[in-house]
């Protein structure tokens, strides 16, 4: 099966970096996916990683280290609107149907 | 417009009244997949499909029914809600089947069963 885990809550200031971890455990990884979701609305993406190493987009990072069943999702120059949950999602080759989402971090940007 | 639709985005029911939440996309996309989230929870998969007349169990398929029968729709049917499937519902497609394409999901359905 798969099992993902990531901080419940993280609290940063506007114009800071802050990185939310996740870590998983699958027995066929094929690719991690970060989504974005603000409160009361639907996920939207943000990056996926099948391959190890960082990823960047604008002021969003996402690194993977498929050995350790690790990634992290570092967002830049922070902004109140940034505020929101954060779900890491790991696919697996050997169902490739399944969609195993972690329970999201929320992440609150004070000024 | 790309999207994913869902109706209705808000419904009250009582116990035991058959639903239907209908799920639609116009990205002619393969996978399909319903998901429901619950407070300090993340996305639970409930049903997936890989293609029309293709469904499969996710984690909590119980209590819930789906059909493929056109590629673009793919309703959740609850026939007998209870109280525990309260919870906000999220039908999501894909392009390809193969698990490396991102997921686009819908504005969400507010479930309340009294």
């Known amino acids: 099966g798969q099992n993902i885990d990531q901080p419940t809550e993280m609290t940063a200031t506007e114009g800071a970096i802050v990185q939310i971890n996740c870590t998983y455990q699958?027995?066929?990884?094929?690719?991690l996916f970060w989504y974005q979701q603000h409160a009361g609305e639907a996920p939207t993406f943000l990056s996926y990683?099948?391959?190890?190493g960082l990823e960047e987009k604008g002021r969003f990072s996402s690194f993977l280290s498929r050995s350790k069943g690790y990634s992290y999702l570092l967002l830049k120059e922070l902004q109140m609107k940034d505020s929101a949950s954060y779900l890491c999602a790991v696919r697996d080759y050997t169902n490739a149907g399944k969609s195993t989402f972690g329970d999201g971090t929320t992440l609150t940007v004070k000024p | 417009e790309a999207q994913v639709t869902q109706n209705p985005r808000y419904l009250i029911t009582v116990t035991g009244k058959k639903l239907t939440v209908t799920c639609s996309q116009n990205?002619?996309?393969?996978?399909m997949s319903w998901y429901r989230q619950d407070p300090g929870l993340g996305l639970r998969q409930i049903y997936y499909?890989?293609?029309?007349?293709?469904?499969d169990k996710g984690d909590v398929p119980e209590g819930y029914k789906v059909s493929r029968k056109e590629k673009r729709n793919f309703p959740l049917i609850l026939e007998s809600p209870s109280p525990n499937q309260t919870s906000l519902y999220f039908c999501?497609?894909?392009?390809?089947?193969?698990?490396?394409?991102?997921?686009?999901f819908g504005p969400g359905t507010r479930l309340t069963v009294l």
């Open positions: 499909s890989m293609n029309v007349e293709v469904t």
């Open positions: 990683n099948v391959l190890d």
């Open positions: 990205m002619n996309h393969e996978y």
């Open positions: 999501a497609s894909s392009l390809s089947t193969g698990g490396t394409d991102t997921q686009y």
């Open positions: 699958t027995s066929g990884f094929n690719g």
